[in-house]
């Protein structure tokens, strides 16, 4: 059974004048990264529909071309599931099907290269945890100021941060600790959020929904996720 919910996107056609978001939509795209047993990616999967389309299809390369051409990317919206149902009504497709259903379109799956977490910081835990871990989720895209200071005010990033990173935020789960920071990357429209999870408990349970609920308050700001690797 599936734990994570999917990823939409609204693809919108290029704008010309001021006309409703609903009327620019071009296509809607749900995706679901595959994953490994410690949440790193393995893999996407993906399927697309059209309102002048047959139904929906499956394409790893609209999935790597929504990451790489900035000219797609720039038309790309993170939308939540009402936000694609509302679309899909809207031009005609009635109903959007349940996620179970979704699934069934997914037929062209784009794997990922995998190895061996690297190592990224200390190889032991600090004294009182028994693990550490470091995942890095990379995103395309960019953000704004006024969206880093909400997320700055939404982490209670500390004022005067020395970091380096543009926001950072900390969450301590029931003797587990976890940190993070979001840093933009390369000399592209790029982002990447670090997380650092400490480990006092033996439930590793808490790194999937966790890096999964900041990717999502990423995602929610317009970010569009890559890949998520570990490093230790």
């Known amino acids: 059974m599936n734990a994570h919910p999917l990823d939409y996107y609204l693809v919108l056609r290029p704008r010309h004048g001021d006309r409703e978001r609903t009327a ?17 990616t393995t ?28 000219d797609l990317l720039a038309r790309v919206v993170p939308a939540p599931r009402s936000g694609a149902e509302s ?23 784009q794997p990922f290269a995998t190895a061996a977490p690297l190592r990224l910081g200390p190889a032991h835990p600090p004294a009182g945890f028994h693990e550490r871990r470091v995942y890095r989720v990379l ?4 953000l704004r100021a006024d969206q880093v200071a909400e997320l700055r005010a939404s982490w209670r990033t500390p004022l005067g941060d020395t970091t380096g990173s543009a926001a950072t935020g900390h969450l301590d789960k029931d003797g587990d600790r976890i940190t993070w920071d979001l840093r933009r990357v390369g000399h592209t429209l790029a982002w990447c959020l670090d997380v650092t999870v400490l480990l006092r408990t033996g439930a590793a349970e808490v790194v999937g929904p966790t890096v999964s609920g900041l990717t999502n308050v990423l995602r929610q700001h ?10 230790s």
Do not use: C
Request: overall charge negative; proline content about 5%.
């Open 24 to 40: 620019d939509v071009e296509a809607i795209v749900v995706e679901e990264f595959a994953r490994h047993n410690d949440f790193s």
């Open 43 to 70: 893999g996407l999967d993906s399927a697309r529909w059209t309102p002048s389309g047959v139904g929906w299809w499956s394409s790893a390369a609209l999935s790597r071309a929504m990451r790489l051409d900035p």
């Open 87 to 109: 679309a899909y009504r809207s031009l005609g497709g009635g109903q959007l099907p349940t996620e179970a259903v979704l699934r069934t379109y997914f037929h062209d799956h």
């Open 139 to 142: 995103f395309a895209k960019d």
């Open 222 to 231: 317009g970010l569009v996720p890559v890949a998520t690797e570990r490093f």
